[in-house]
């Protein structure tokens, strides 16, 4: 199962590699689902958010993959329950998703352009991750790094700061492509990179 596949990315690169026998896919864009379509018969797209799904009919599901979905509930309490209910017993989550203590949040907070409280509800941190997995019937069998770009946007952000701003001294230093790729190297080391990725289990 994926959630929110869009228009079906990844979903397509499973198929190529025969991961499963069946796809389920919880879309309730219409216009994704139009794409959704292409995909083949051993798709099924369902209509719907998460939450409104029905295990009885498509749970015992022994993947569930989610990227960049969890800041749009408006509870993610409910949507940690429902995945519950869904997943098999031995099932595992596959979720990627921003992270509030990224170094491109912790930078530009408000100036970021993806933060936005109309669509973003919520963008998780680590712990937070893990007190809802705990609480929903989870554990967290590993926690890494997915992010790749936060040197970068805080380089292009620095770039376009005033002169007299304390903080653009360090232009020269992120001006240099090997040392914002070593700096982001030691940012996925220590989590702190703009998206992180988990892998829950049922306990």
């Not at 009885?56 to 979905?69: K, L, Y």
């Not at 936060?150 to 376009?160: A, N, P, R, S």
């Amino acid at each position: 199962m994926e959630v929110g596949p869009g228009v079906g990315y990844f979903t397509e690169v499973a198929k190529s590699n025969n991961c499963a026998r069946e796809y389920l896919l919880v879309e309730p864009d219409l216009h994704c689902q139009n794409h959704l379509a292409k995909l083949g018969s051993d798709v099924k797209i369902i209509n719907s958010i998460l939450e409104k799904v029905n295990e009885d009919e498509n749970g015992n599901v022994d993947i569930i993959f989610i990227n960049s979905v969890i800041e749009h509930p408006f509870s993610i309490n409910d949507f940690f329950k429902k995945l519950n209910k869904l997943l098999s017993k031995n099932g595992i989550i596959v979720l990627v998703d921003m992270h509030c203590n990224g170094l491109d949040i912790l930078s530009l907070r408000e100036k970021a352009p993806n933060v936005n409280p109309y669509s973003i509800l919520q963008i998780g941190s680590i712990e937070g991750i893990k007190q809802l997995s705990k609480k929903n019937g989870f554990k967290i069998e590993d926690i890494f790094s997915v992010g790749e770009m936060d040197t970068d946007i805080l380089y292009e952000f620095i770039k376009k700061m005033e002169q007299n701003n304390p903080l653009k001294s360090l232009q020269r230093l992120l001006k240099n492509d090997e040392f914002r790729k070593d700096f982001q190297a030691l940012l996925s080391k220590h989590l702190y990179t703009g998206y992180n990725g988990y892998i829950l289990q049922k306990t």
